[in-house]
Structures are given as C-alpha cells and as structure tokens.
C-alpha cells in the first residue's frame, strides 16, 4: 500500500476533524435531506460575507473613535469619558446586543455592521487615548517648540509613538468584531457562524467545521494586524522591546 | 432565517401567556414590566449558572495564568512563547472554541467553562507578568541586601507591588468573561444566554433585555468588588498622598 492510499486511514485518526475537513473541501448532503450544503463553494460565500462584514464594521469603529481618542489625549480632555467608554463597553453582552437590535430594530447587514462597530468602539477609544497620554510630554514640548502644530504634533509626534497602544485596540476591537459576526445568522446575514448556529442543517460536523474556519479566520486578522502595528512602528520603538 | 434551533431549556406553554394585562406580551413591546416582576424566579437559574461559568473560569484562569507569568518572570525566555500561546488562546474567539472541543468534552457546561479560562488566560498573563516586572530594581536590591531568599522576594516584595496591575487585569478578564459566558448556551452550557435565545426564538426583547441587565449589573458587581479587594489588599497606597 503507497503511503498516498494509506493516508485516508491516517487521518481517520482524527476522526471528526477529517469529517470536518471533508465537509469544507466537498460538503455533504444536508441533514433535513435533500440539498448539498458545505463544500468550497458555500464556505467562500459565507467566509466573504464574515470578511466583509468585519471589515466595514471596524472600518467605521475606526473612523469613529481613533480621532476622538487621539483629540481626547492630544488636549488631556475628557479622561473620564474614554475610560468609562472602555470599561463599560466591556460589560456589553455580545449575544443581547445583537438579539436585541435584530428583534427591536430589525434584521439586516446595516444594523448589524452598527452593532458590530459599537463593540469595536471602546478599545480603540480607549488605548488611542491612553497611547497619547503616555507619550513623554517633554517630546511633546520639544514638537511645539519647533512649531508644530496641533494636527501636525498629533500625527507626526505622537501617534508613531503611540503605535503599540492604538494598534493594541484595533487588534482587540478586530477580535470582538470578527468574533461576534460569527452570531450575524441571528440577526439574518449569513456568515460562517451558520455552520455554528444552524446545527439542524449542517449536523455536528458542519459546526465543527464552522468552529475551525472561524478560528483560522481570527487567527488570519489578527497575524495581519499584527503584521500591520510591526510596519507602522517607527524602527527606533523596536529594538529590545517585545510586545 | 428558518430552522435555527438551539437547544435550551423547554418552554412552558403559558411562557407568553401575558399576565399583566394590555396585551403587551402578545404585541412583544419592547419592555413589559409586568410581566417580567410576574416572572422574576425563571431568571434565578441561569444568574446563578452564569455565576458559576464565570467563577470557575476565572478562578481557574487566574491561577494557571499567575502561575505562568511567576515562571516567565523567574526565565525570562518562557515569557515569548507564553504570550504567543495565550495570545492565540485569547484570539480565538469563544463560539468556536466552544465546538473545537465538541470531539473531546461534548457539549456542557465543562466545554464552556474550558473555553471561557482559555480567553481569559492571556488578559491575565499579561498583567501579572508586567506588574512583576515593573518591580523597581532598587528595590529587589535591597531586598537582596535584607537577606531576603527568591521565594520571600516574589511572595514578599514582587507580588504585592504588582498587586494593583494584578487587579486591574482580573477586573478586565472577569468582566469580558461575564459578558462573553452569555455565548455559553450555544453549546449547552447554561447561563442567562438561555433567557436571551428563549427555546429557538431569539424575538422576545423583554427576555432579552432583562437577561442582558443581569449580565451588566453581574458584571459592574464583579468589577466593584475586585477594585474594592485591590485596595484593602494594599493598604499602603492610601499612606501615599
């Protein structure tokens, strides 16, 4: 026996997970019978949708709350505001949040890209804010003294120092983000998570295959981020410090 | 949006039955006082559920995450491959984690609660790892210089000056996890995630709201009652001015 036919058997040790692999690779008949579900072609679709999805809602978390956050530390205002915001955002149940806006406002990928970004938002607020903060004031000094601006001190001095913080929050907020679009199906877009949620359908191997793409998927985001914050960091910062 | 079921508890046929008159129930309002003061005992079960996923979680994920960081601190070389582990641990989001252990534990409360310690784990690490290491060196000095051992350092010294870092971190780890165990019913493990997705029906908003008010109010409790430990377990940052 070549190793080639031999390799079936191999992985049967794996059991479930070659099932799993199996289904994404070729999918299987559906457990209510009747239509092929899984396969390349569904878990592309529903892949695109999650991406998507995660993309324009920490895009819009982005834009909302990485100038504010910035502002808010450049002048030294409102401390409270984006330390609370950070913490409270915390407390926010992912599942209630998304059920409620899907049974009180509707279903639907505008409401959902909105309560995806409201968890994007706090992280990214808060660790914007703070990274000002903590910049060296006597650096900050030294931009005024040569007659930087606001705008210009901001982007030139002190978000290249506060990489590592700002980057911290985008990263945090991404995870959120990409985590609960994985419950989108409830409020009525279709992303990997309904291999999860819709275990009528897919059966226990269509929801461990569900459980191993939105895996792989975090983990994907998160290494390009990661990726991203190591080319945004000015060279200096990255000598000797791990993060 | 057909056919999503999730198996939670049974529900009774009078579960809609509105009892507080106006036909508020039935028009699904979107916040019926009545019946929820008619209904208040169902929400006991799975608050105390939920106390027990989040308890567990984290006591477990405190004392293995602590224990990490005083040998990362003790080898330094531990510390980067410590990070990488939990970071990948904590980037995983919990519904996954949930069914990537369905081959090995099933479906449960077990499941839940292995996936909620492995979030937590990196929040934690990370904290304790950092309030050790910003440890002023003068001080360890003269430690040193008192005759202190490894061990009375680190007991003595190192950890009760990381305390307030300690904290913060389990207050960041215990109140994403009160929020993140209400996902726990998708994989059977109880909680108040059950009284949001009530049967297979995710449109009750009242259930939904006053399920997530728990999960809020359970959640700035638990913060309240560690910032309040930090700061009887180091009294001497009251002395400072």
Known sequence: MSILESLPQTLALFGPFTDAFDFVVSGREAQTGGVQV??????????????????????????????????????????????SIGNGGRAIPELALIALMAAAIGVGMVNLV???????????????????????????????????????TILRVELPLAVPLVMGGIRTSAINIVATATIAPLAGILTLGDFIIARNVYGDTGVLAGAVLVALMALTI?????????????????????? | ??????????????????????????????????????NADRYLGPTLEHLLLVGSAVIVGFGLAFWLAVLAH????????????????????????????????????????????????????????????????????????MGLTGRQILWRIEIPLALPEIIAGLRIATVSTVALATLAVFANGGGLGGEIIVGSNITFKTGIIVAGSIAIVMAIAFDGLLLVAGKILSPWKRATP
């Not at chain 2, 079921?5 to 129930?25: H, K, L, M, P, Y």
Request: charged content about 15%; overall charge positive; glycine content about 12%.
């Open chain 1, 38 to 83: 899984g396969g390349p072609g569904q878990v592309l679709d529903l892949a695109t949708t999650q991406l998507e999805v995660t993309l324009l809602a920490l895009t819009v978390a982005i834009v909302l709350a990485l100038p504010l956050g910035l502002a808010l530390g450049h002048f030294g205002r409102g401390e409270f505001l984006a330390v």
């Open chain 1, 114 to 152: 909105v309560a995806l970004a409201i968890l994007g938002i706090p992280p990214i607020l808060t660790n914007a804010y703070v990274g000002i903060r903590q910049v060296d004031r006597s650096v900050v000094e030294a931009a005024r003294g040569m007659g930087m601006g606001n705008l210009a």
């Open chain 1, 222 to 243: 998160e290494a390009t981020l990661a990726a991203v914050q190591w080319g945004l960091t000015p060279r200096a910062l990255k000598s000797g410090r791990a993060t």
């Open chain 2, 1 to 38: 949006m057909t056919g999503i079921v999730v198996a939670t508890g049974q529900v009774s046929e009078d579960f809609f039955r509105d009892r507080s008159g106006g036909g508020c129930i039935e028009e699904n309002r979107l916040f019926c006082p009545g019946w929820v003061i008619e």
């Open chain 2, 74 to 145: 003790r080898h330094r070389w531990l510390s980067s491959p410590f990070l990488a582990a939990t970071g990948i641990l904590y980037t995983i989001p919990s519904i996954s984690f949930f069914f990537l252990l369905l081959p090995l534990t099933g479906r449960g409360m077990l499941t839940a609660i292995i996936a909620l310690t492995a979030f937590s784990l990196q929040i934690i690490f990370r904290n304790v790892a950092t309030g050790l290491r910003n440890v002023p060196d003068s001080v360890r000095t003269a430690a040193v210089g």
